[in-house]
């Protein structure tokens, strides 16, 4: 199975949940929010949901910001 | 004004409200550009800060987990987090990155709307902002609006329901100071919502000259982060803020060309 991750090509040998892939990332600990084809997928749904072939995943996070941040926003690239 | 130079003396008499909360302090700090996490946090103490602007990005997928997190260092608990949507060239990418905020802090509606329109100058794209605000409102964020200092535009942007309009003073991170006072004058005296100058102070005088000109606050970023010293700076613009407040409550004395003594003439020895 394939997933796009914040823009890159991720295969996996198995079909696995939203959960699965955090975990599997090393971002289960993390507080992260998350769009699966740029629909949010809230933090109580994440072990239900199963991914798909080609899905695009974006796991994003809250860092030190104010204005200029050169880094495009998400799903940009 | 309800409030008097008087009763001024302690910051809890003359909040600033925003969206129907109060908050002590009129100085709102970014927490970009900083060297470390320790030096963010140390700066966002010194300069009093009550609400910060944090940035929503890709997390890079197998970086350290316990590396020092912004969440801990300032925590929410302790400050009113503004997400911003620094970076956003369109309306669609900054919807995009509020809902990912809400969803990351929760259910968090206060976000910092920011749609730019030059990679150079950085002034914002009005008409992408204007659709952005409205499907965010729409939605139910309370948005503060990262504006150019054009009063109609201003208008405008507090007449469809932005909690709070916020024009630049000279473009992002230039330090440039408050270019148009004219212009930001305009937008205060016209104001329905709080103004506060957003981008361009350079030093602590920009900052008071924003407040003494009737804007209800300033956010800043890179006059804090890139001083030499940047917990020192912060505490200045504390101050700054604070002193310039203090100065438009007062009202200033009227401008006079020519000299005139302040100890009384007569009883003098010659």
Redesign the interface.
């Known amino acids: 199975m394939k997933i796009i ?4 090509e991720k295969n996996f040998a198995t079909p696995m949940t939203l959960a699965r892939l955090l975990q599997e ?3 289960g ?7 699966v084809n ?1 629909e ?1 997928i ?2 109580s749904q994440h072990g239900a949901f199963e991914l798909k072939d080609n899905d695009r995943v ?19 690239r | 004004m309800a409030v008097t130079a008087e009763t001024i003396r302690s910051a809890s008499v003359d909040p600033l409200i925003i969206a129907g909360k109060a908050y002590a302090s009129r100085l709102l ?6 060297k470390d ?1 320790n030096e ?1 946090r140390r700066a966002v103490e010194a300069s009093g800060a009550q609400i910060v ?7 890079n ?2 970086q350290n ?1 316990n590396e020092a ?3 801990d260092a300032l925590p929410q608990s302790q400050y009113t ?1 503004l ?7 369109n309306a669609e ?2 919807v ?2 509020c ?3 809400r ?3 929760d259910g968090h509606d206060l976000v910092k709307l ?1 749609v730019l329109g030059s990679e150079k100058t ?1 002034y914002p794209d009005i008409p992408q902002t204007l659709k952005a605000a409205e499907i965010l409102i729409k939605d139910g964020f309370k948005v503060m609006v ?1 504006t150019n200092d054009d009063p109609v535009v201003a208008k405008r942007f507090a007449d469809m329901g932005c909690v709070a309009v916020m024009p630049l003073a000279a473009p ?2 230039s330090g440039l100071g408050i270019r148009n006072p004219y212009n930001i004058r305009f937008i205060v005296e016209e104001a329905t919502v709080p103004i506060l100058v ?2 361009g102070v350079g030093t602590a005088s920009d900052a008071a000259v924003a407040m003494e000109l009737g804007c209800d606050g300033v ?4 006059a804090i ?1 890139a001083a030499r010293n940047p917990v020192l700076m912060a505490q200045a613009m504390r101050k700054a803020v604070e002193a310039g407040r203090e100065a438009y409550l007062a009202g200033r004395m009227p401008r006079k060309l020519y000299g005139s003594p302040s100890s009384p003439l007569g009883g003098t020895i010659f």
């Open positions: 991750l914040n823009g890159q990332m090393g971002l600990e993390r507080r992260i929010a998350i769009e740029r949010i809230p933090r974006e796991v994003v996070f809250a860092i030190g910001g104010g204005s200029r941040q050169m880094a495009v926003a998400p799903g940009r | 700090v970014g927490t970009g550009k900083y996490m963010t602007t944090v940035a929503i990005r890709r997390t997928i197998g987990p997190n912004l969440l987090y997400p911003n949507t620094a970076g956003c060239y990418d900054a995009r990155t809902r990912l905020a969803e990351l802090l920011e950085l990262y992002i991170g957003d981008a956010l800043m970023n890179t982060a």
